[in-house]
């Protein structure tokens, strides 16, 4: 049985209810909730409530979780409770090993594959990340930072990239959340400006279907989320008077 959604069709003045599968509704908050650390790494995952919420029985619930658990979200065990993907010292490790390797590859073969609506809707995606830079909207420069890369890795059209892509995308947007809440010197507000720029030049040599000049550019890209987070995870040196 599927649940009503408002969404508009045609003119922007007339909407019309269009039936949302409760179980696809559900999917799409609950990767959101994770996504933006509303569900913190380990959170118990309450199937029961879940299910009450989204008017759903427990089968549909425990298979959602399951292919949630496949993509990466949800960590599934034998006689415990399903809990929220964690964040460790080695999935920090892992994410920042991989995330080049992953970054590069679909967005090189971006470059090859782009068609125009695609370029487009990239564009469209772009500006919104723009606003949010300049609003200082955390939320939404986190969402539509990993959309511009989520559809990079659409343009791909690779589905064995696009699986690892997805997962890294999850550790993404959850180190966005916790290591980059408000620019707190004048330097971060300047890299993210940066960060603006390059996704520009990112959209441009995807437009020139250049794969080699894409590539270069996302790696720089991901650079400085790198360089935060080690500057984040480094605390200053503490001033000690010695006494002679």
Known sequence: ?????????????????????????????????????????GAVVDEQSLGEEFGLSRPPVRELLRQMAAEGYIELEANRAARVSSMNFQSLRSFFLAAPLIYIATTQLAAANATLSEIRELKRIQARFRAAIENNDVAQRVLYNDSFHHEIGKMAHNAYLMASLRRLQLDHARLGKIFYRHPTTPDMQQDLELAVEQ?????????????????????????????????????????VQIAY
Do not use: N, W
Request: proline content about 4%.
């Open 1 to 41: 049985m599927g649940s009503m959604k408002v969404q508009a069709v045609g003119d922007a003045s007339l909407s019309v209810a269009v039936p949302v599968d409760r179980k696809t509704l559900l999917g799409e908050t609950l990767r959101q909730r994770i996504t933006s650390m509303e569900l913190a790494p």
């Open 199 to 239: 996704h520009d030049r990112i959209i441009e040599a995807i437009e020139r279907h250049d794969s080699d000049a894409a590539g270069e550019a996302v790696r720089t890209h991901f650079e400085l989320s790198r360089h935060r987070l080690a500057e984040y995870s480094t605390p200053e040196g503490v001033h």
